[in-house]
């Protein structure tokens, strides 16, 4: 009886405390705009910039945006999103990235910022529409229903909701686009739902290109914002950060075009094309803390520098046959190289077991080799960067990237065959119990990393008179991340693994 009682108390303390919000919030009298501009005006607490009202007010249901870095594209995305969370009671709304954790500390971070706005400029009505403790990292929940949920880029993942809206986040980077964009028009397909999908360019043979270049992808209605427009006063950005940018892409043209003049660029005499680097890709991989302590079988890469060109350390892990990047770092300039040696000697006493470390001895001598096997390093093998050895190590890396296999089948053979078109899916028609087509899985897994991927696209190559492949980049840039990966890869590919398999601990 007492615990009824008590139970009937708080309940009717909770109804009362209802009452009293709803009476708050009808005086407020919160009536949602049907612009959305004014929604960000008078709900979100900001004026947009005037260069993104045109997506912000687009009624279409198919929008592809294309914008300069830092322009504001996702946090103006997510307020768009809330304003749909509000007109349509009742209504899923998936994020998906590249990446998961992108979703979480940008595209969420981003709705946390907006709502916290919201619950600033009027409490009684936060409380009553949404709530403290509906805004979680991966999910905001809504009292009308409605709710915004961080999604894997998975094809069968988004297959399985029914949403109301799509935000399809860096969409150029995304592996599977393919596959996925079929997903969404299927998870769309019974609500008239929406697909909003941005990026800035990067291959051209992707989803996010043809939306703005293929006839077939005409229903889309497509936003592009240069980084001209969202200069002051009518933007955010810097012009001495803008000036100090293009300095230092002067060197990488290709760069500068597409993260500033939203412009796709064409592969000429690169080594690795953008969508061979966006096959590699997986979106479940993670880069390790040194200090984690894994078990497996590594094998580490060290590219040295100093003054110009910077150190890095790469780690990838061999696992039934295929690489995984797992660990990259690149120091300051200026870093010893003893600070270099100790980082790698603490890496190799926590990572068990580093098979081979290669490193680059070019222009430092033996003596390199030396002081790391003096430190304690093991199994250290010196390489000096000749044209014959950057070959070796250039198409070693390639070779894995192009690489592939079907996990169904067990098909071998290469993502760039004799069809025009990269091969992602098995040429022997394989299909997955979704009924999907099952996607090739390339031999080397990189995680999702801009500045890795770009500055694996932007080492050149031109043949000899003697036939032989020679390596450069442009001036002005860096290519250490693309020479301490090829070293670990190699190095992979020159140390047999251990006769007994290493238990793994990642």
């Known amino acids: 009886m007492k615990v009824s009682l008590r139970n009937l108390r708080r309940r009717v303390g909770k109804h009362r405390q209802e009452e009293a919000l709803e009476k ?168 008239n739902g929406y697909l909003y999908a941005e990026s800035t360019p990067w291959n051209t043979d992707s989803v996010f290109y043809k939306m703005f270049h293929d006839p077939a992808y005409d229903q889309f209605s497509r936003h ?58 997986d979106s479940a991989l993670d880069y390790l803390d040194y200090d984690v302590g894994p078990r497996g079988e590594f094998y580490l890469g060290a590219d040295f520098g100093k003054h110009v060109d910077y150190s890095v350390v790469a780690v990838v892990e061999r696992l039934h046959g295929h690489l995984y990047l797992r660990h990259l770092h690149r120091f300051p300039l200026e870093t010893s190289y003893g600070a270099v040696i100790g980082y790698m000697k603490r890496l190799q006493d926590r990572w068990r077991t580093v098979n081979a470390v290669y490193a680059d001895k070019t222009g430092v001598g033996d003596y390199i080799v030396e002081d790391m096997e003096r430190g304690g390093l093991r199994n250290v093998t010196g390489v000096n960067f000749t044209d014959q050895s950057k070959e070796a190590m250039a198409t070693c890396l390639k070779e894995k990237m192009r690489s592939a296999v079907c996990p169904s089948c067990g098909w071998r053979g290469y993502v760039d065959g004799e069809e025009e078109a990269w091969m992602t899916v098995c040429p022997e028609g394989c299909f997955n119990e979704e009924g999907n087509r099952v996607g090739l899985r390339p031999l080397l897994h990189i995680p999702f990393d801009p500045d890795l991927f770009h500055e694996l696209n932007l080492e050149r190559y031109e043949l000899s008179k003697s036939g032989k492949l020679l390596f450069n980049h442009p001036q002005g840039t860096n290519d250490d991340r693309f020479w301490s990966l090829a070293l670990a890869v190699y190095a992979a590919d020159q140390v047999p693994p251990p006769s007994k398999p290493i238990a793994r601990t990642i």
Request: glycine share 4%; net charge positive; hydrophobic share 40%.
């Open 224 to 281: 592009r914002v240069l980084y001209t427009e969202a200069m002051p006063p009518q933007g955010p950005l810097s012009p001495e950060v803008v000036e100090m940018i293009e300095k230092q892409l002067a060197g990488d043209p290709a760069r500068w075009k597409r993260e500033m003049l939203c412009e796709w660029t064409e592969d000429l005499n690169v080594w690795l094309p953008t969508s061979l680097i966006t096959l590699a890709q």
């Open 24 to 191: 708050s919030v009808t005086k407020s009298r919160k009536i949602l705009p049907s612009d959305p501009v004014r929604f960000c005006v008078e709900w979100l607490g900001y004026e947009p910039f005037e260069y993104m009202w045109p997506f912000l007010r687009d009624r279409g249901h198919f929008v592809a945006n294309v914008q300069a870095r830092q322009t504001g594209k996702t946090f103006n995305g997510m307020a768009k999103l809330l304003y749909l969370a509000f007109r349509y009671p009742g209504s899923l709304i998936l994020v998906t990235a590249p990446k998961y954790d992108q979703v979480k500390n940008i595209a969420f971070k981003a709705l946390a910022e907006h709502l916290k706005r919201l619950q600033t400029g009027d409490p009684a009505f936060f409380r009553y529409a949404v709530g403290e403790r509906n805004v979680l990292r991966t999910v905001i929940r809504f009292r009308n229903g409605s709710q915004i949920l961080a999604e894997s880029p998975i094809p069968e993942t988004i297959r399985g909701h029914t949403a109301k809206v799509i935000y399809l986040m860096e969409c150029n980077f995304i592996r599977e686009d393919e596959d996925l964009y079929t997903s969404v028009l299927f998870t769309l397909n019974t609500t």
